[in-house]
């Protein structure tokens, strides 16, 4: 990444934490807080299974049958995401 691409993700990253500043130093209940890291939690693990697909669908795009054209794989890629949410939908 450039520098300028560094600094856009801190001013992203500090605006995030200074939106949601006032919750965590509020004197409002432990319980509130808790409820507050936990959702943080999971939309770090979430945001990095994100990543982690989006990797993994351009190596496979570039790498695995290189031949293949763009359209094809693109094809496969939305079948195949499709199935498997209607699975998960089921």
């Known amino acids: 990444l450039t520098t300028v691409q560094w ?3 801190l001013q992203l990253f500090l605006s995030m934490v200074i939106t949601k500043m006032g919750a ?4 409002q209940q432990s319980h509130d807080r808790q409820n507050l890291l936990v959702g943080a939690g999971i939309l770090f693990v979430n945001a990095w299974l994100s ?3 989006g990797i993994c669908n351009e ?7 290189a031949k293949a054209p763009l359209m094809l ?3 496969q890629l939305y079948f ?5 949410n209607l699975i998960a939908w089921i």
Do not use: C, H, R
Request: aromatic share 12%; proline share 4%.
């Open 51 to 53: 990543a982690v697909s």
């Open 73 to 75: 794989k693109s094809i």
């Open 7 to 9: 600094i856009a993700l």
């Open 24 to 27: 965590l130093l509020s004197p």
């Open 80 to 84: 195949w995401g499709t199935l498997v």
């Open 59 to 65: 190596w496979l795009g570039k790498y695995q049958d």
